[in-house]
């Protein structure tokens, strides 16, 4: 969807709640056919994270994500239309706003689950942190203009994590009210450098850097995700601020992954790197 311009265009024309469906139901029922490795991938590492399941209940997890991938790349062509309390809803609302408002840089720390994108549009709408973004864009270069251009308009400045350490650094010490926003399971090498997942793994790839940019600039961490509930439903789910000042990083590599690590099993139907990885291949150190 994001290759080509036309349906781009016609998914923002359409109502939002429609133009999310079509999107789901192109995924799941014809780019599902094309992606027979992918597919069978997801299904090898979700029968190894879910062995209490029967294989009927993984195909149901499976087309479920298929689903939710299609309505994730549909609904970036309207992301400022799901921008509202009808469409978000937040756990413990009361203390989460409270949480934002607390003095401090802060680094928000989130993995593909749901609508990751727009988790990024509503933290911009909550707060008035000066926000930045970092992610690492598709190979393709159309695919990554269009999402460039399409992320700037509600994520504020987003930047790659290659070589953007020295312009993070200064973004989030020029004001105690910055933000930074970052997805922590990237995948590299059929591997995701987070979460853990039973894997004897420590802290690398982004959630490294991100452990590395608080202590550097006094910054808090606040782990969320934002997941679907049905259609354009979602629930924003979050762990109170976690602070390195505090903390040791094994303490708070602990606190990450019991959060967030465990949300990637528990939505696995809604966790983007399922088909990215081989779980039955060992994690090499140097992600």
């Not at 993984?58 to 298929?66: F, G, N, Q």
Request: hydrophobic share 45%; net charge positive.
């Amino acid at each position: 969807m994001l290759s080509n311009p036309f349906l781009f265009i016609l998914l923002r024309l359409l109502p939002a709640a429609m133009a999310s469906w079509i999107g789901g139901w192109l995924s799941a029922s014809v780019a599902r056919r094309g992606m027979k490795l992918r597919d069978r991938r997801a299904r090898t590492n979700l029968a190894l994270l879910r062995p209490d399941l029967s294989d009927a209940a993984r195909e149901e997890i499976l087309t479920r994500r298929w689903f939710n991938l299609g309505r994730t790349m549909a609904e970036l062509t309207n992301v400022d239309r799901l921008v509202n309390p009808r469409r978000v809803a937040i756990q413990d609302e009361a203390a989460y706003r409270e949480a934002l408002d607390s003095p401090r840089p802060m680094i928000f720390l989130t993995v593909h689950i749901g609508n990751w994108d727009l988790l990024a549009a509503h933290l911009k709408a909550s707060c008035d942190r000066a926000p930045l973004g970092v992610y690492d864009p598709p190979a393709d270069p159309v695919q990554a203009k269009m999402l460039q251009r399409a992320r700037q308009s509600y994520m504020g400045e987003a930047i790659t994590g290659g070589g953007a350490a020295r312009a993070i650094v200064r973004h989030l010490s020029d004001s105690d009210r910055a933000m930074l926003y970052m997805l922590i399971d990237e995948r590299r090498d059929m591997q995701v450098a987070f979460p853990r997942l039973g894997r004897d793994v420590g802290a690398s790839g982004n959630l490294s850097i991100a452990l590395r940019l608080a202590r550097r600039s006094n910054a808090r961490f606040l782990p969320f995700y934002l997941a679907r509930e049905k259609g354009v439903q979602f629930r924003l789910h979050w762990h109170p601020p976690l602070d390195p000042a505090e903390m040791d990083d094994a303490a708070l590599l602990d606190s990450i992954d019991g959060f967030l690590g465990q949300a990637c099993i528990d939505h696995a139907d809604q966790w983007l790197a399922l088909h990215d990885m081989d779980l039955t291949q060992p994690v090499a150190r140097a992600m």
